[in-house]
């Protein structure tokens, strides 16, 4: 059964860092692009950043240079290393495997002074 958790939410004060955690399970975790959304409530999942088996990634414009996605396929995990956050980073980040559609449960990240 194809399985993904994240870990690591929280809640910081703006200016602050935090790291997000996925790990995978019940495929070929190195083999696949591994993604991170996130949703606040009323709106749909945004693309935050992605990484693929060859370590190339893509980040979308609200956090690039301040978050960075990396992989370790030994251990099935993918984090994201976030820093600077702003109160607009507040939401539920998901990880995402596309083949098979399947997402985490999610992890909350709160940013608020």
């Known amino acids: 059964q194809v399985q993904l958790v994240e870990s690591g939410g929280g809640s910081v004060q703006p200016g602050d860092s935090l790291t997000l955690s996925c790990v995978g399970s019940?495929?070929?975790?190195?083999?696949?692009?591994m993604f991170w959304y996130r949703q606040v409530p009323g709106k749909g999942r945004e693309f935050v950043a992605r990484?693929?088996?060859?370590?190339?990634?893509d980040y979308s414009e609200s956090v690039k240079g301040r978050f960075t996605i990396a992989r370790n396929d030994a251990q099935n995990t993918i984090n994201l290393n976030m820093n600077s956050l702003k109160p607009d980073d507040t939401a539920l980040y998901y990880c995402?495997?596309?083949?098979?559609?399947?997402w985490g449960q999610g992890t909350q990240v709160t940013v608020s002074s």
């Open positions: 019940g495929f070929r975790f190195g083999h696949y692009i």
């Open positions: 995402h495997l596309a083949f098979p559609d399947t």
């Open positions: 990484i693929d088996s060859n370590l190339r990634a």
